[in-house]
Nanobody, 125 residues
C-alpha cells in the first residue's frame, strides 16, 4: 500500500521559513519523479516544484523561484521542500505527489499517480 505523508506545515510570519517533509512508503522511490503542489481556498491546485527520479533536474513555479528548494533522498524514501522568504500568498495546503517515470528526464506536465493528504501552510503578514 502506497503512502505519502507530509509534515512540517504550520503558521509562520512573512519572511520566515518552513521545511516540508514527505515520507514515502510502498513504492520504489527511484522510479518516480516527485512533486510538491499547493491549493489555496478558491484557487486551482498548482505545481510548486518537482524533482527528477535521481534529483538531477528540478522545476519551480515562477513565483517561488529563488525562495523554494526541492530535494530528495531515495535511500531514506523522503522528499523535502525548503521554503524561505515566505509570503502571505504562499498560504495553502501543500501536497506531496509521486509520478512514475522510470529513469527519464523530468516532465512537470506528466500525471502524478500518488498523493499525500496535505499539510497546511499559513503565512501571516
Amino acid at each position: 500500500q502506497v503512502q505519502l505523508v507530509e509534515s512540517g506545515g504550520g503558521l509562520v510570519q512573512a519572511g520566515g521559513s518552513l521545511r516540508l517533509s514527505c515520507a514515502v512508503s510502498g513504492l520504489a522511490l527511484s522510479n518516480y519523479a516527485m512533486g510538491w503542489f499547493r491549493q489555496a481556498p478558491g484557487k486551482e491546485r498548482e505545481l510548486v516544484g518537482a524533482i527528477s527520479w535521481r534529483g538531477s533536474s528540478t522545476y519551480y513555479l515562477d513565483s517561488v523561484k529563488g525562495r523554494f528548494t526541492i530535494s530528495r533522498d531515495n535511500a531514506k524514501n523522503a522528499v523535502w521542500l525548503q521554503m524561505n522568504s515566505l509570503k502571505p500568498e504562499d498560504t495553502a495546503v501543500y501536497f506531496c505527489a509521486a509520478s512514475y517515470t522510470g529513469p527519464a528526464n523530468l516532465n512537470p506536465r506528466a500525471p502524478f499517480d500518488y498523493w499525500g493528504q496535505g499539510t497546511q501552510v499559513t503565512v501571516s503578514s
